[in-house]
């Protein structure tokens, strides 16, 4: 079974500088995707940016960028420019590509907090 | 992107009593799950809504406490039942598409039992 660790419960930073969020997983498969969510307060969670396996090349998004390392079966999320709507609780996500079922296992997340 | 509406949005219910959760989407998709989300905690998992034949459950879910329903592409119910304090949680339905290769979420059920 597929396990994600996330293991910084909580971070802040200060609006306009750089964060990093960390995320480990623990796979027997070699294709998958590797996805990072986010959910603002009681608000609708929404795909912040997303990483095929068999690639490479770190996935970017604008501000949002990924530092993925197969081997230490790493994912972290760096954010740069923060602002304050950046505010909110962070999942990593891992889905297995091979096969129909398309399930997402979820770390536990991380608050953080992008303070004026 | 897929566009996915819950009802209700939030509810106050009786320990005991039952309370069925809708989840519309705007396009056909083959996969439809849900997921509970308790208080401050991550997302779990409850099953995959079949098109047609029965809800394929998670281990700890069962169909008698969660009994789903999937009558078409674009539809899927979820029903909590005999209802205790310890189901309070959200409940989001989402949507697999492989037209944008990404899941979906709804905007979630807030279920409070008392």
């Known amino acids: 079974a597929q396990t994600v660790t996330q293991s910084q419960p909580e971070m802040s930073v200060q609006e306009a500088e750089t964060v990093t969020l960390s995320c480990t997983y623990d796979?027997?498969?070699?294709?998958?995707?590797l996805f990072w969510y986010k959910q603002p307060p009681s608000r609708q969670m929404i795909l912040v940016i997303r990483?095929?396996?068999?690639?490479?090349q770190n996935a970017t998004e604008n501000r949002f960028s990924v530092n993925f390392q197969k081997a230490a079966k790493s994912f972290s999320l760096k954010i740069s420019d923060s602002q304050l709507g950046d505010t909110a609780m962070y999942f990593c996500?891992?889905?297995?590509?091979?096969?129909?079922?398309?399930?997402?296992?979820f770390g536990k997340g991380t608050l953080l907090t992008v303070n004026p | 992107s897929a566009v996915i509406s819950q009802k209700p949005s939030r509810d106050i219910c009786q320990r005991g009593t039952s309370l069925t959760i809708q989840c519309q989407v705007d396009?056909?998709?083959?996969?439809m799950f849900w997921y509970r989300q308790q208080p401050g905690q991550s997302l779990t998992l409850i099953a995959t809504?079949?098109?047609?034949?029965?809800?394929?459950?998670e281990s700890g879910f069962v169909i008698d406490k969660f009994p789903i329903s999937r009558p078409n592409l674009t539809f899927s119910t979820l029903t909590v039942s005999n209802m205790s304090p310890e189901d309070s949680s959200i409940y989001l339905c989402?949507?697999?598409?492989?037209?944008?290769?990404?899941?979906?979420f709804g905007p979630g059920t807030r279920l409070t039992v008392l």
């Open positions: 989402s949507v697999w598409t492989s037209a944008y290769n990404e899941q979906f």
């Open positions: 796979t027997s498969e070699n294709n998958y995707y």
């Open positions: 990483q095929e396996a068999y690639k490479q």
């Open positions: 996500a891992f889905m297995k590509s091979r096969g129909s079922n398309y399930k997402l296992t």
């Open positions: 396009s056909q998709v083959t996969m």
């Open positions: 809504a079949n098109q047609g034949s029965e809800a394929t459950y």
